[in-house]
């Protein structure tokens, strides 16, 4: 049953897609990556790419929350929440520049100055840390849907709006996982 979930999420995610650049996708599930060595992070070592549409550069920021979530105690689930959330603020890069809605937004997940200063918000693994603290904060954050947690901590208008982003995000921490060169985490 796993194995036919796996495949039917797999397909989903790389069927060819009419959505336009820029659109909720925040990466092209079609997407060339450049040829690359592995570059290791916390003992992953992270791919050239794609990984559920995503390359290198994403993927280290990626592999940088779930080190952050590591380091705190935080399990797979908490680490998919978050990559679940790079991917809906920042399409997992690490953004210098702000949009209409926070002009002093910055980084991986977008945050403002109230998150603290500009070196911490522009460091993915500081701005993960960042948001971890805050959403283990979040009242049964371990039980909750993650679209509602994200939502928690970062306050988008629109609650729902992460939901899209889940099964990548999913996709992309089991990978990551599976090529640490230690038992998995937890």
């Known amino acids: 049953m796993a194995i036919v979930t796996v495949a039917v999420i797999t397909f989903v995610l790389l069927r060819p897609t009419n959505a336009p650049p820029g659109s909720a ?25 794609p990984v559920a549409g995503y390359c290198q550069e994403q ?21 998919e929440i978050g990559v679940m959330t790079g991917i809906g603020e920042s399409g997992l890069r690490n953004i210098a520049f702000g949009d209409k ?8 997940f977008q945050q403002r100055k109230n998150w603290g200063p500009l070196s ?6 500081t701005a993960a840390r960042n948001f971890y603290e805050r959403m283990i904060g ?10 509602e947690v ?27 996982r599976q090529r640490t060169d230690v038992a998995p985490w937890e």
């Open 101 to 108: 809605a926070g002009p002093d937004s910055r980084g991986l």
């Open 138 to 147: 979040v009242q049964g954050f371990n039980s909750r849907p993650p679209t």
């Open 59 to 79: 993927l280290v920021n990626a592999a940088q929350i779930m080190r952050a979530a590591r380091t705190m105690g935080l399990n797979s689930h908490s680490q």
């Open 25 to 49: 996708l925040k990466g092209d599930l079609k997407q060339h990556c450049p040829n690359a060595k592995s570059v290791v992070i916390d003992r992953i070592s992270v791919p050239a790419g």
């Open 150 to 176: 994200a939502h928690a901590v970062q306050g988008n208008a629109d609650p729902n709006y992460y939901t899209q982003f889940w099964v990548r995000a999913q996709i992309i921490v089991t990978t990551l």
């Open 120 to 125: 911490a918000r522009m460091d993915p693994y």
